[in-house]
């Protein structure tokens, strides 16, 4: 929502912007559920992420007032509370590669 008024003097505006996400846990081997398995445990997630900005702004003849105020909402419900976090590795990479040391100028 955005209003001027007061010949472009006055302006309000607000904003809402929500989004929520749901699943029903487990792990897949499924590229396009990868998400699932990196978030650290194997129960149920239910997330709801909301945000509320609103603001108001006026022109004086030499100074502007502009007012603003926002609020955040995050509830998340997991499932299990005890997480397991799995162990991902790439296959091909280690915390040190001899090789790629070699091939760096230096």
């Given at each position: 929502?955005?209003?001027?008024?007061?010949?472009?003097k006055d302006k309000l505006y607000g904003r809402w912007i929500a989004e929520s996400e749901r699943?029903?846990?487990?792990?897949?081997?499924?590229?396009a559920t990868l998400g699932r398995?990196?978030?650290?445990?194997?129960?149920?997630?239910?997330?709801?992420?909301g945000n509320f900005n609103a603001g108001h702004i006026h022109v004086f003849d030499r100074a502007v007032n502009?007012?603003?105020f926002s609020v955040q909402d995050i509830?998340?419900?997991?499932?299990?509370?005890?997480?397991?976090?799995?162990?991902?590795?790439?296959?091909?990479m280690s915390a040190?590669?001899?090789?790629?040391?070699?091939?760096?100028p230096g």
């Open positions: 929502m955005d209003h001027s008024f007061h010949d472009g699943d029903q846990g487990g792990i897949s081997s499924a590229k398995a990196i978030r650290g445990y194997l129960g149920p997630y239910t997330g709801f992420f502009d007012a603003r509830r998340v419900d997991a499932g299990i509370n005890n997480p397991v976090v799995p162990q991902i590795s790439i296959i091909g040190r590669s001899e090789t790629f040391l070699k091939m760096v």
